[in-house]
T-cell receptor
Framework: GAGVSQTPSNKVTEKGKYVELRCDPI?????LYWYRQSLGQGPEFLIY????????DSGLPNDRFFAVRPEGSVSTLKIQRTERGDSAVYLC?????????????FGPGTRLTVL | AQSVTQPDIHITVSEGASLELRCNYS??????LFWYVQSPGQGLQLLLK??????LVQGIKGFEAEFKRSQSSFNLRKPSVHWSDAAEYFC????????????FGSGTRLQVQP
């Protein structure tokens, strides 16, 4: 597709359940980012991939959060034992190796609601 | 502490009026500076960026921003606002530390009155 896509667009789950959120970056983009945006706040960085490897995972809040990008394109953000505080919009962004620092293309997000 | 501050949570302007959205940063060195816009149902879109050089930068959709080192500010401006500019605006930085991730402010919601 032409832009970054994320699925599902909405996810409702119960406390304690496991969820997976998917991101399809723009074709050919080597860098992929995950951010989390809580209501009324700006996005907060979670993790950054360069190719298949996590180049910076300093934003992951705890070990319940994990992300993979096995083939250097699609990425999955995994959240174990979800908590109500995990409710937020999860944003994915990608950029090309030729792009300048900070020039990221964002997807529409996945709204996660933990009941 | 390093931070990005957008002091105005919500701003309302009349269509055709000028606009200025404020952004201040707190970093030891001048970071890379950005403005992103988030419209309902759409992803964040880059409006403009500042790395170095000319302190007045032009962006898309008629926006510009001015970097002022003495005030640690990077305010966004537009001379004449259109109804379609109603959205949430985020100032963001990448600290000049080799990191790639964006640090965002908390955003300013712009409402445009007819």
């Amino acid at each position: 597709g032409a832009g970054v896509s994320q699925t599902p667009s909405n996810k409702v789950t119960e406390k304690g359940k496991y969820v997976e959120l998917r991101c399809d970056p723009i074709s050919g983009h080597t860098a992929l980012y995950w951010y989390r945006q809580s209501l009324g706040q700006g996005p907060e960085f979670l993790i950054y991939f360069q190719g298949t490897g996590a180049a910076d995972d300093s934003g992951l809040p705890n070990d319940r959060f994990f992300a993979v990008r096995p083939e250097g394109s699609v990425s999955t953000l995994k959240i174990q034992r979800t908590e109500r505080g995990d409710s937020a919009v999860y944003l994915c962004a990608s950029s090309s190796g030729l792009a300048g620092v900070g020039e990221q293309f964002f997807g529409p997000g996945t709204r996660l609601t933990v009941l | 502490a390093q931070s990005v501050t957008q002091p105005d949570i919500h701003i309302t302007v009349s269509e055709g009026a000028s606009l200025e959205l404020r952004c201040n940063y707190s970093y030891g060195a001048t970071p890379y500076l950005f403005w992103y816009v988030q419209s309902p149902g759409q992803g964040l879109q880059l409006l403009l960026k500042y790395f170095s050089g000319d302190t007045l930068v032009q962006g898309i959709k008629g926006f510009e921003a001015e970097f002022k080192r003495s005030q640690s500010s990077f305010n966004l401006r537009k001379p004449s606002v259109h109804w379609s500019d109603a959205a949430e605006y985020f100032c963001a930085v990448v600290p000049d530390t080799g990191r790639r991730a964006l640090t965002f402010g908390s955003g300013t919601r712009l409402q445009v009155q007819p």
